[in-house]
């Protein structure tokens, strides 16, 4: 998937916050540790550094949600970061969004943390991130019981 394409995707899913620009997502994945996964509605953006691995955006097309596409690209991002060391997955979501909120946490993610006012939202007000992590354990199907 194309930066711009996914620019596009993240316009129509991020209906509040500000989508990343396709120079933005462009300038993210020159980094040597960063990673996209795709499907043809929807995408993935994380960064694996050492044994952490960190979401930075994850989006999928509104007439394609709720039909598994970010379940299949997280699931596969579980797989790869542990294959690649990593025993957690971190992320921030907006404390406004409530169906991703509802999502991470029907996939084991458990609050960690609160940036207040950390997103500028498209009307300009700001919103709140919440800190979630997942622990992945080595050797083992599935996320790991976390505490």
Same mark, same amino acid.
């Given at each position: 998937?194309?930066?711009?394409?996914?620019?596009?995707?993240?316009?129509?899913?991020?209906?509040?916050?500000?989508?990343?620009?396709?120079?933005?997502?462009?300038?993210?994945?020159?980094?040597?540790?960063?990673?996209? #996964? /795709? *499907?043809? $509605? !929807?995408?993935?953006?994380?960064? &694996?550094?050492?044994?952490?691995?960190?979401?930075? @955006?994850? =989006?999928?097309?509104?007439?394609?949600?709720?039909?598994?596409?970010?379940?299949?690209?997280?699931?596969?991002?579980?797989? #790869? /970061? *542990?294959? $690649? !060391?990593?025993?957690?997955?971190? &992320?921030?979501?907006?404390?406004?969004?409530?169906? @991703?909120? =509802?999502?991470?946490?029907?996939?084991?993610?458990?609050?960690?943390?609160?940036?207040?006012?950390?997103?500028?939202?498209?009307?300009?007000?700001?919103?709140?991130?919440?800190?979630?992590? &997942?622990?992945?354990?080595?050797?083992?199907?599935?996320?790991?019981?976390?505490?």
């Amino acid at each position: 998937m194309t930066p711009e394409a996914f620019a596009e995707i993240m316009d129509r899913a991020y209906a509040q916050m500000r989508p990343w620009s396709a120079q933005e997502i462009a300038n993210t994945l020159a980094a040597p540790y960063a990673l996209m #996964l /795709a *499907r043809p $509605k !929807g995408g993935l953006i994380a960064q &694996l550094i050492k044994d952490e691995c960190e979401i930075l @955006a994850l =989006a999928t097309d509104p007439d394609a949600q709720r039909q598994g596409v970010a379940s299949s690209l997280l699931n596969e991002l579980i797989e #790869l /970061a *542990r294959s $690649k !060391g990593a025993t957690r997955i971190l &992320l921030e979501v907006a404390h406004a969004n409530r169906s @991703a909120r =509802a999502f991470y946490a029907t996939k084991g993610f458990a609050l960690i943390g609160t940036r207040l006012s950390y997103y500028t939202l498209r009307d300009g007000t700001k919103d709140d991130a919440l800190l979630l992590s &997942l622990a992945i354990a080595q050797g083992q199907d599935g996320p790991a019981p976390t505490s």
